[in-house]
């Protein structure tokens, strides 16, 4: 079964940091593109990173770049999002996607061949 698990978002205070996990099952994630994307309360998706396929390079929002970093480990199919100095700005679900694309840059899940039910990142003091 085709499957994408995120885990480990949380509240953290403005400045704070968390490192969020998406777990891929059913495929192997060498083979595909794969992106976060975000949405907050009462907004449309919003791309936030993303990481090319076979994880050689990757590319970021500006409203993330500096302070956050994709990453992927192919032998544990687990992709990673370290956000660092975190603001209230960044409230949101976060999910991941995966995609056959070379990059995928697309906020709409319906642009992602795989795709994550989230999980919830509250910044707030």
């Known amino acids: 079964q085709v499957q994408l698990v995120e885990s480990g978002g949380g509240l953290v205070q403005p400045g704070g940091s968390l490192r969020p996990s998406c777990v891929a099952s059913?495929?192997?994630?060498?083979?595909?593109?794969m992106s976060w994307v975000r949405q907050a309360p009462g907004e449309g998706h919003e791309w936030v990173a993303g990481i090319y396929k076979g994880g050689y390079d990757t590319t970021y929002a500006d409203s993330v770049k500096g302070r956050f970093t994709i990453s992927i480990d192919n032998a544990k199919n687990t992709l990673f999002l370290q956000m660092n100095d975190l603001k209230p700005e960044d409230t949101a679900v976060y999910y991941c996607?995966?995609?056959?694309?070379?990059?995928?840059?697309?906020?709409?899940?319906?642009?992602?061949?795989?795709w994550g039910q989230g999980t919830q990142v509250a910044v707030s003091s």
């Open positions: 059913g495929f192997t994630t060498s083979n595909y593109a």
């Open positions: 996607g995966a995609c056959l694309d070379y990059v995928c840059y697309d906020p709409r899940p319906s642009k992602y061949d795989h």
